[in-house]
């Protein structure tokens, strides 16, 4: 059956470094991978989506990467910011499909 | 205005009753969802409906029903609820079906089943 597994529960970082989450999935291919952000109380908000044929995706300070062949794709936020702290979920897509999400990685920026 | 709203915020009920959940979505989108998501924080669908067809997660009981009025509305009703019901339910749309649809969520329905 199809697994997402995002790299840990919880992730704290100082402000102004990088924060890199990992999305790894297994027995799937899926065509998009969407990135979602959530914050208490509320539900996700999207992010960026990148398509299967493509490598990196960028908006402003975020950065998401796609690697079919490790079946995993990468989440960076950079000169990362208190205002980042937030749940972010990973999503897998395909034609016609309806999404599967990850856990989620609860996000810390620490000033 | 909100794009995705559904109500009620919270719901606390007991069990063995049936309760709704109502969802509007203003965005013109012709696929609707609901999710729920548990204690741990997973978001798991349940359906997903557009005017041509109901696709259920097989997981899901028979006592969750969804009901469509119209391509704007999508209505979550839950039938002798029990104590693991208890999460936070979101309603949510995208332009059509398929992952490459950006979805639009609402603010979501904690319902405490006592």
């Known amino acids: 059956s199809q697994k997402i597994e995002q790299n840990s529960e919880a992730l704290n970082i100082q402000e102004g470094k990088t924060a890199t989450l990992t999305c790894n999935y297994t027995?799937?291919?899926?065509?998009?991978l969407q990135w979602y952000r959530q914050d208490p109380g509320r539900g996700p908000v999207f992010l960026l989506l990148i398509r299967e044929n493509e490598k990196e995706k960028r908006k402003e300070r975020l950065k998401v990467t796609f690697d079919t062949t490790l079946k995993q794709s990468l989440f960076h936020i950079t000169a990362s910011q208190p205002a980042d702290s937030a749940t972010y979920l990973c999503?897998?897509?395909?034609?016609?499909?309806?999404?599967?999400f990850g856990p989620g990685t609860r996000l810390s920026v620490l000033p | 205005d909100t794009a995705v709203s559904q109500t009620p915020k919270y719901l606390v009920t007991q069990m063995g009753n049936d309760k709704s959940i109502k969802c509007e979505q203003n965005l013109g989108h012709d696929t609707m969802y609901w999710y729920k998501q548990d204690s741990k924080k997973f978001l798991k669908i349940m359906f997903s409906?557009?005017?041509?067809?109901?696709?259920i997660n097989e997981t899901v009981p028979n006592r969750f029903s969804p009901k469509s009025p119209d391509k704007a509305h999508l209505n979550l009703h839950i039938n002798s609820l029990e104590l693991g019901d208890s999460a936070v339910y979101f309603c949510?749309?995208?332009?059509?079906?398929?992952?490459?649809?950006?979805?639009?969520f609402g603010a979501g329905t904690r319902l405490s089943v006592l």
């Open positions: 949510a749309s995208s332009q059509d079906g398929g992952g490459r649809n950006i979805q639009y």
């Open positions: 409906y557009n005017n041509k067809e109901l696709i």
């Open positions: 027995n799937y291919s899926p065509a998009y």
């Open positions: 999503a897998l897509g395909n034609y016609g499909q309806n999404f599967v």
